[in-house]
């Protein structure tokens, strides 16, 4: 088993990308089961169109709720 870690994608994508990796890189692989996880200590944001779409989905089941609740 071999665990590789990169500073970021960027660098990553810089290594398997030079001109001196290719010829070299279907060798590697073959002999490998590649899983690639992405792992990072930050904080992960969710993107804002996310948050709000389930708000906004929060909201109108709570408004369809109430309606049902008090006129139902």
Known sequence: MTVVRYPNRRTFLKLISHPTYAPVAPYKF?????????????????????VVAGGVVIIFLLVVWLHLALFG
């Open 30 to 50: 073959i002999a490998l089961e590649l899983d690639l996880a992405p792992v990072s200590r930050g904080m992960v944001v969710p993107d804002l169109r996310w």
